[in-house]
């Protein structure tokens, strides 16, 4: 099994910053990419970024590019999301998740078997 707890959520004014980390336990070495997704309520959850933990390629949607870049410590078993640049549109619970195959959907929630407990992030205008 893999745990996964995330942490670095707040709140911040527009234009501001957050760096969210992922930490990892458990069989880690079972993964091969970290998602970040966010939701908010009445809406479906949206994959964010991703990253795959051994040749390091990054995937962002297009509603962050730019701005979000998500990064890894393997040694610390981390990845984190820098987040920059923040609008009230990016204000949501942000969730990590974890998965094990190879190729897929990398913003499809579905493929992600393990997931973090999830951190608010609101952003105000």
């Known amino acids: 099994q893999v745990q996964l707890v995330e942490s670095g959520g707040g709140s911040v004014q527009a234009g501001g910053s957050l760096r969210l980390s992922c930490a990892a336990s458990?069989?880690?070495?079972?993964?091969?990419?970290i998602g970040w997704f966010r939701q908010v309520p009445g809406k479906e959850r949206e994959g964010v970024a991703s990253i795959y933990r051994i040749s390091g390629v990054v995937s962002y949607a297009d509603s962050v590019k730019g701005r979000f870049t998500v990064s890894q410590d393997n040694a610390k078993n981390t990845v984190y999301l820098q987040m920059n640049s923040l609008k009230p549109e990016d204000t949501a619970m942000y969730y990590c998740?974890?998965?094990?195959?190879?190729?897929?959907?990398?913003?499809?929630?579905?493929?992600?078997?393990?997931w973090g407990q999830g951190t608010q992030v609101t952003v105000s205008s």
């Open positions: 458990g069989y880690t070495y079972s993964v091969n990419s």
């Open positions: 998740a974890a998965k094990s195959k190879y190729g897929g959907s990398w913003y499809s929630s579905n493929e992600f078997p393990y």
